[in-house]
């Protein structure tokens, strides 16, 4: 059964590394390079606002190597635990050995991986989708994310849960669709809360360092 799991609020970071330093950036310098008229925040700025208030955090790990094991060790020095940390990251970006990692130092952090690229075999061939699925699992992922915008994404979802999976809805744009996809009682939503109706002034990717989202 589908468990509603939307009280807690978390800030979700994306960290990326320029020039040795961590930052919070939603593309990674390899999709969009850095410009001389950007401003990045430095990544233990945000976690130690975050910290000194008692919040949550996703961190959205856009490269491998040593990005993961210095992120670690930022979070270990603010004395975040286990159950406030989320770690997502693509299968690209961490592999089997960036997982792996944050599982054995992290065991009881949330760690996800988007998989939109197999809503198609979810939906035509779910028995081959499931052991790409089982591979994730013994990479030490534990939950995964759709993009609200991929086609099919409902039934994806309805399959994925099936297979046993919790699943978080990303790529939410509005309100009417944020509303919409809570209704199908995901394990979490993931937006940008740029939501005027109710007074949120989110920030898209283009312009945004951090956002809030549910965790």
Request: proline share 6%; glycine share 8%.
């Amino acid at each position: 059964a589908r468990q509603r799991v939307f009280g807690r609020m978390a800030a979700r970071a994306a960290v990326a590394l320029r020039r040795g330093r961590l930052v919070l950036r939603h593309d990674s310098f390899v999709e969009q390079p850095w410009n001389p008229h950007e401003e990045l925040m430095p990544l233990p700025d945000c976690l130690e606002v975050l910290r000194r208030n008692g919040r949550s955090v996703k961190l959205d790990i856009k490269e491998g190597g040593e990005l993961v094991d210095e992120v670690l060790e930022i979070v270990d020095a603010f004395g975040f635990a286990d159950e406030t940390l989320w770690f997502n990251g693509s299968i690209e970006s961490l592999g089997k050995n960036g997982f792996g990692r944050l599982r054995t130092e992290r065991p009881g952090a949330i760690l996800q991986s988007p998989i939109d690229f197999l809503v198609p075999l979810l939906l035509a061939a779910p028995q081959l989708a499931e052991n790409v699925l089982e591979a994730l699992r013994d990479w030490g992922v534990t939950r995964v994310s759709l993009d609200w915008r991929t086609p099919g994404v409902r039934d994806g979802l309805d399959v994925v849960e099936g297979l046993g999976w919790t699943v978080n809805l990303y790529g939410v744009p509005d309100l009417e669709s944020f509303l919409e996809a809570a209704l199908l009682l995901p394990a979490s939503v993931t937006a940008d809360f740029n939501f005027p109706e109710w007074d949120y002034d989110g920030r898209g990717p283009a312009r945004a360092l951090s956002v809030i989202s549910n965790a």
